[in-house]
């Protein structure tokens, strides 16, 4: 088994992290052309805003329990819990001070933090495994290999 099978397999947590961010990624173009088509360039500024929150919040929720679940299940509760509660704050620490500003546009930034984050979750739904076997990512099956089996 080589270290990045070892890898993966020990961290499922970060291998759906990094394939939110990933899908994250490929929606954000259109999810940044629509802000700037319906708010201008405080809507660009605020959509990319909200999605840099997002992304960033899904890997460090990742990391937390990464790096906790090495450790105790004592710590990987309190991690958790803790990270949340960090988390929020965080954000609620980058949110207040440009709040006020007058390019600031609510609408954008909510409809996008929001509606992408469960966006992004419910994407991901069709790809994570949630078995033993694979406890990450369902693995990838080739094109051809299903043809073979469906023959």
């Not at 490929?26 to 990319?48: H, T």
């Not at 988390?87 to 500003?101: C, E, S, Y």
């Not at 694979?134 to 089996?149: A, D, E, I, T």
Request: charge should be positive.
């Amino acid at each position: 088994m080589n270290n990045q099978a070892i890898e993966h397999s020990t961290a499922p947590e970060r291998e759906v992290a990094t394939d939110i961010f990933r899908r994250g990624l490929i929606a954000s173009p259109v999810l940044l052309a629509l802000a700037i088509i319906f708010w201008g360039l405080s809507g660009l500024a605020c959509a990319g805003i909200a999605l840099g929150i997002i992304l960033t919040n899904f890997l460090a929720g990742a990391w937390i329990i990464d790096w906790a679940v090495k450790i105790s299940p004592q710590l990987l509760m309190s991690a958790v819990l803790g990270g949340f509660v960090l988390r929020m704050a965080i954000i609620t620490g980058v949110v207040l001070p440009i709040r006020n500003q007058e390019w600031f546009e609510i609408l954008p930034f909510g409809l996008i933090l929001i509606f992408s984050h469960l966006g992004l979750l419910i994407w991901e739904t069709r790809y994570v495994s949630a078995t033993l076997k694979y406890p990450g990512l369902k693995p990838r099956v080739k094109r051809q290999m299903r043809k073979k089996s469906l023959d």
